[in-house]
Structures are given as structure tokens and as C-alpha cells.
């Protein structure tokens, strides 16, 4: 089985970003499940303004998974920055409407604002009272200079700090701000980028060890490169964190080149990884974090 942890799509097909490309409808994101084996996916929202050019709700989250039950796990999401617009607004009974009609977890969480910003740490601990994980992206800039997700210095102290204040809030990490950081070489210049060469473990790794409130979600190009630069170092990786690490695509465009997936299987077919830690990372892990019961 294979469950992917990070994916999105629109039925807007009449915008598209600068570049010409758009998020997969749902029957495109079906297809592209059906021809990589993907068995189910994680259907992010996307609430926040930031580097937008379509609103994806948590009401079309749930409406999308509603025609593929068997294939969609509806994630809802809400930005901080909602409702009374302060650090005292009251997101338990949105958050609570969502998880009752069958959202798993919150995300993409993209606020471009500070991760430890007053308004995000009030958002932080009713997600952990209410008990769903989230999925959140990280970004090297703020203050509108064209990025989104939520900010953090080299080194994520302000990340640190969220996984010190909320224990028991379980957090997907994304992003290349957070996978550059598996290296104690990343610097300010690269941290936003797909840093190449030999891995000296740095603060992704002493996160993950210290916290184990923190997951991997290892979609996309950040978390593939994060793996795959120094595959010894990768493969090491893989298997102290095997409880703890998600496989995901981050599926957002048409078409998308996904990796992730052939590489998995040559790890498997090398016995560069043990059969249980590739079906840990492969589903197992998401189904437990998930609660999906499968």
C-alpha cells in the first residue's frame, strides 16, 4: 500500500499562476494517482493569501473527497489571521466542525508570518487540545518579499520553540527551509534552495531526535533532495527515523515529475532499506498518525 501524505488540487481550471500552471483537478489528481499505484492522498487546502492564485477551502477539500472516499483524506485548514484577527480568537469550534465531518489534519499551513507569532501559537494550542496533527511550510523570508509559509531563522529556533510549548501537537514538517536544514552546512544564501554534497547532520536531524512530537514529510523536491544527496547518509537517515517519516509527492501541478516513488522502490530492491521501515514510511506511519484504521 502506498499512501501519499501531501498532495492538492482545484476544480478551478480557468486561473493559473504566472507560469501557465495550475493544480490537477480531481479526476486529473485520480489519474495521476491510478498510473503511480498510489492507493490514497492526503488533499491539502489552501487558505492563506500568500502567493496565491486560488483559494482551495476546506468546504471543496471535503466535497472532493466526498466522490472518492476510498482514495481522498480530507485535510481542512484555517489561517491565524481569521475570525477576530488576534492572538485571543477561538478556532476549537471550526476546528471541531471539520474533524467531525472526517478531516484528518490541518494544512497546508502557510501564514507568512513568524511560526512562533502570538497569533500562530493561540491557533497552535487549540489544534493540540482538539488532537488533529498539521502540516505545515516553512519559508527564509517575510514581510511580503515573495514567499509564503511561516518563518523561521537559520537554525528553526522559532520552530523549537513551538515543539518545546505544544508537546503533544504533532507537526508534519515541509519545505526546503526545513529539509536544507538536515545539513549543519546550510547557510543563508542556500536554505531555500536543493543544497547538494555530503550531509553533516544538523538541526532537522537534532529536531527530529529531541522532539517526537516532529515528523518528515518527505514530499516534494525538498524532501527528496534531503534523502537522496548523500544516499548513505539518506538511507542511515531513513532508518532511525522510520517511525517518523511520511512518504508524500506534493502532487500540485499537471504534469509532475514525482521521484519519490521510484526511488523508494530501488532502496527496497537494493535492501537499502528493510521491508518493515518501506512500508512504515509508505503507509503504515500515515495510518497510524492519521488514525485511518486500515
Not at 505545515?136 to 537554525?155: M, N, P, W
Not at 554534497?197 to 517526537?212: F, Q, T
Request: charged share 25%; hydrophobic share 35%.
Amino acid at each position: 500500500m502506498l499512501i501519499d501524505i501531501h498532495t492538492h488540487a482545484s476544480e478551478c481550471t480557468g486561473l493559473t499562476r504566472y507560469n501557465g500552471s495550475r493544480y490537477p483537478t480531481l479526476a486529473e489528481l485520480i489519474d495521476m494517482l491510478d498510473e503511480r499505484g498510489i492507493d490514497k492522498a492526503v488533499l491539502l487546502c489552501s487558505v492563506s493569501p500568500e502567493v496565491r492564485y486560488v483559494l482551495v477551502t476546506p468546504h471543496e477539500v471535503l466535497s472532493m473527497a466526498a466522490q472518492h472516499p476510498d482514495r481522498i483524506i480530507p485535510f481542512c485548514s484555517v489561517d491565524p489571521r481569521m475570525m477576530t484577527n488576534s492572538n485571543k480568537a477561538d478556532f476549537r469550534p471550526m476546528l471541531r466542525y471539520f474533524q467531525d465531518r472526517g478531516c484528518k489534519g490541518i494544512g497546508e499551513f502557510i501564514p507568512n508570518i513568524d511560526f512562533d507569532h502570538p497569533l500562530n501559537m493561540n491557533l497552535f494550542a487549540q489544534v493540540e487540545e482538539v488532537g488533529l496533527p498539521l502540516t505545515f511550510h516553512l519559508a527564509s523570508t517575510k514581510d511580503h518579499q515573495g514567499q509564503y509559509g511561516c518563518y523561521d531563522d537559520l537554525g528553526l529556533p522559532r520552530l523549537e520553540k513551538v515543539l518545546q510549548t505544544f508537546p503533544k501537537l504533532k507537526l508534519l514538517a515541509h519545505s526546503q527551509v526545513f529539509w536544507s536544514e538536515i545539513s549543519a552546512d546550510v547557510t543563508l544564501e542556500n536554505r531555500s534552495s536543493y543544497p547538494k554534497g555530503p550531509v553533516r547532520p544538523g538541526r532537522a536531524v537534532e529536531l527530529l531526535r529531541k522532539y517526537p512530537n516532529l515528523y518528515g514529510d518527505l514530499s516534494a523536491g525538498s524532501g527528496y533532495n534531503a534523502i537522496t544527496r548523500d544516499p548513505a547518509f539518506g538511507d542511515a537517515f531513513l532508518d532511525e527515523f522510520a517511525d517518523r517519516l511520511l512518504f508524500g509527492t506534493d502532487i500540485a501541478n499537471v504534469p509532475q515529475d514525482t521521484p519519490q516513488i521510484a526511488y523508494l522502490q530501488k532502496l527496497r530492491a537494493e535492501g537499502r532499506i528493510s521491508p518493515e521501515n518501506a512500508e512504515k514510511i509508505a503507509w503504515q506511519n500515515a495510518n497510524r498518525l492519521l488514525e485511518l484504521g486500515l
